[in-house]
């Protein structure tokens, strides 16, 4: 953990420079199903913005996968990331939050954003509290309808599976996704800080997890709840 006379010290954004040193890090460390830097994005996203906030021990092992070449380099990764998270929150409350995208490349060549491996990250951020998700999810439509375009995108992406019968979304309808994810994220945010956990869902954390709730996740071909 890093001490917190120093993070008070800490810029709140990363430099384009330290999101690049981030994002090669992850890259050379990226294993099975291992997250670069769009999905860390997204997982810290969903963490930030969630019912019941996961702690760094919870999150880290998503993104850490090896261990470090020494202690400097463990320290400076880990900075790099608790910034990350803390730039979310920081945007969140300017009301400036983007996500951290991935890129595709075209047939012909050019490029297009992808939220391919962003939808992943914050779909295993919503999974470190399922079951708060899932129960309020069961209740109350709004917090849906709050969550539509991320979960088109994740639908289109092959990150959720549904029973439901969903066409495709074309390269307009795509666009038009992304262009909301930053609202998207805002507005959830601002559902559970006005709308935080009852005791009856705290409580309900611990049983057996239903068959109601989100789309169910696909991780490697694996279909998951």
Same mark, same amino acid.
Not at 155 to 160: L, M, T, Y
Not at 172 to 196: F, T
């Given at each position: =953990?890093?001490?917190?006379?120093?993070?008070? !010290?800490?810029?709140? =954004?990363?430099?384009?420079?330290?999101?690049?040193?981030?994002? !090669? %890090?992850?890259?050379?460390?990226? @294993?099975? +199903?291992?997250?670069?830097?769009?999905?860390? #994005?997204?997982?810290?996203?969903?963490?930030?913005?969630?019912?019941?906030? &996961?702690?760094?021990?919870?999150?880290?092992?998503?993104?850490?996968? +090896?261990?470090?070449?020494?202690?400097?380099?463990?320290?400076?990764?880990?900075?790099?990331?608790?910034?990350?998270?803390?730039?979310?929150?920081?945007?969140?409350?300017?009301?400036?939050?983007?996500? $951290?995208?991935?890129? $595709?490349?075209?047939?012909? @060549?050019?490029?297009?954003?992808?939220? !391919?491996?962003?939808?992943?990250? %914050?779909?295993? @951020?919503?999974? =470190?509290?399922?079951?708060?998700?899932?129960?309020?999810?069961?209740?109350?439509?709004?917090?849906?309808?709050?969550?539509?375009?991320? =979960? *088109?995108? &994740?639908?289109?992406?092959?990150? %959720?599976?549904?029973?439901?019968?969903?066409?495709?979304?074309?390269?307009?309808?795509? +666009?038009?996704?992304? &262009?909301?994810?930053?609202?998207?994220?805002?507005?959830?945010?601002?559902?559970? #800080?006005?709308?935080?956990?009852?005791?009856?869902?705290? *409580?309900?954390?611990?049983?057996?997890? @239903?068959?109601?709730?989100?789309?169910?996740?696909?991780?490697?071909? !694996?279909?998951?709840?």
């Amino acid at each position: =953990m890093v001490d917190e006379p120093l993070a008070a !010290q800490w810029e709140p =954004m990363l430099s384009d420079g330290e999101l690049e040193e981030l994002d !090669q %890090f992850l890259r050379a460390h990226a @294993g099975e +199903d291992a997250l670069l830097l769009d999905g860390v #994005h997204g997982l810290l996203s969903a963490i930030n913005i969630g019912p019941d906030r &996961a702690t760094p021990e919870e999150w880290l092992p998503e993104v850490l996968h +090896d261990p470090f070449a020494d202690e400097d380099e463990g320290k400076h990764i880990l900075e790099l990331l608790a910034r990350l998270s803390e730039s979310i929150q920081y945007e969140l409350e300017a009301d400036a939050y983007e996500p $951290i995208l991935g890129e $595709i490349e075209l047939d012909d @060549g050019n490029t297009a954003l992808s939220a !391919q491996g962003w939808c992943e990250g %914050f779909s295993r @951020g919503v999974d =470190m509290r399922a079951r708060l998700w899932e129960t309020r999810l069961g209740v109350d439509t709004r917090l849906t309808e709050l969550l539509s375009p991320i =979960m *088109a995108l &994740a639908v289109e992406e092959g990150v %959720f599976e549904t029973d439901a019968e969903i066409a495709p979304l074309n390269e307009v309808e795509y +666009d038009e996704c992304l &262009a909301h994810l930053p609202a998207a994220v805002g507005a959830v945010a601002h559902y559970w #800080h006005e709308l935080p956990p009852t005791a009856d869902e705290l *409580a309900a954390r611990a049983e057996p997890e @239903g068959e109601s709730g989100p789309p169910r996740r696909r991780r490697g071909g !694996q279909s998951v709840h």
